[in-house]
T-cell receptor, first 115, second 112 residues
Framework: GAGVSQTPSNKVTEKGKYVELRCDPISGHTALYWYRQSLGQGPEFLIYFQGTGAADDSGLPNDRFFAVRPEGSVSTLKIQRTERGDSAVYLC?????????????FGPGTRLTVT | DQQVKQNSPSLSVQEGRISILNCDYTNSMFDYFLWYKKYPAEGPTFLISISSIKDKNEDGRFTVFLNKSAKHLSLHIVPSQPGDSAVYFCAASQWGDYKLSFGAGTTVTVRA
C-alpha cells in the first residue's frame, strides 16, 4: 500500500516568505507527527496530532510555526516569516493510533531552503 | 539539550563482519528505545525496539542490548551486508509520551 507522502519534496524560499508543507499519512492512521531534521542532527519532534486535534505541540519552536489537520487525514505545516535557520528537512510520520506500540512510518521529507 | 547521543558519526565495516553501533541517553525517564535506518532521500524506517524491562532483543541479524544502569544501548548487526549501508538513528521515548527523541545518527558503510 501507499506510504506517507510529502509535498513538495524540495522548497526554496526567500527569507520572510510564507511556506506550506503538506503531509499525506497512510490511510486509516489516526496519529500524525511532524519532525524537523537539521543538517548533521537527528529528527526533532515538532507536533503530534491524534485525529484532528494537536495533542502535543510542545516542539514547535515559536509562533511562526503552525500545523493543521482539519479532517483528520492530510496535515499542513505552515511557517510564517521564514528565517534562514528554518532551513531543514521536515519529516512527517503517521501511526495507526497514538501509543508506543504502534510504529511510526516516516515520509521522505520536504527539504526547505530559506535564502 | 540533546538527551540521546550517538557519539560516533560514522562506522566502516567489512562485509560479513559485525557492526556495533552505540547510543547513550541522559533522561532516566526514557523506558522505550528504538533504532531506525535511513537511506538517502527516504524517510527513516523502523528497525528494532526494546523496552526497559528487557536487556536484549533480537530480530534476525539485528540485536539491541540495553544497559539501564549505564544509560547505554547498542545495536549489533551480524553479519553486515552491503544493503546495511545507511544512517542509523537511535531514538527513545518515555511512558505516556508519544514523541520520539532521536540521536544525531551514525553512518554505516559496509565494504565488500
Amino acid at each position: 500500500g501507499a506510504g506517507v507522502s510529502q509535498t513538495p519534496s524540495n522548497k526554496v524560499t526567500e527569507k520572510g516568505k510564507y511556506v506550506e508543507l503538506r503531509c499525506d499519512p497512510i490511510s486509516g492512521h489516526t496519529a500524525l507527527y511532524w519532525y524537523r531534521q537539521s543538517l548533521g542532527q537527528g529528527p526533532e519532534f515538532l507536533i503530534y496530532f491524534q485525529g484532528t486535534g494537536a495533542a502535543d505541540d510542545s516542539g514547535l519552536p515559536n509562533d511562526r510555526f503552525f500545523a493543521v489537520r482539519p479532517e483528520g487525514s492530510v496535515s499542513t505545516l505552515k511557517i510564517q516569516r521564514t528565517e534562514r535557520g528554518d532551513s531543514a528537512v521536515y519529516l512527517c510520520a503517521s501511526s495507526l493510533t497514538g501509543g508506543r506500540s504502534y510504529e511510526q512510518y516516516f515520509g521522505p521529507g520536504t527539504r526547505l531552503t530559506v535564502t | 539539550d540533546q538527551q540521546v547521543k550517538q557519539n560516533s558519526p560514522s562506522l566502516s565495516v567489512q562485509e560479513g563482519r559485525i557492526s556495533i553501533l552505540n547510543c547513550d541517553y541522559t533522561n532516566s525517564m526514557f523506558d522505550y528505545f528504538l533504532w531506525y535506518k535511513k537511506y538517502p532521500a527516504e524517510g527513516p524506517t523502523f528497525l528494532i525496539s526494546i523496552s526497559s524491562i528487557k536487556d536484549k532483543n533480537e530480530d534476525g541479524r539485528f540485536t539491541v542490548f540495553l544497559n539501564k544502569s549505564a544509560k547505554h544501548l547498542s545495536l549489533h548487526i551480524v553479519p553486515s551486508q552491503p544493503g546495511d549501508s545507511a544512517v542509523y538513528f537511535c531514538a527513545a521515548s518515555q511512558w505516556g509520551d508519544y514523541k520520539l527523541s532521536f540521536g544525531a545518527g551514525t553512518t554505516v558503510t559496509v565494504r565488500a
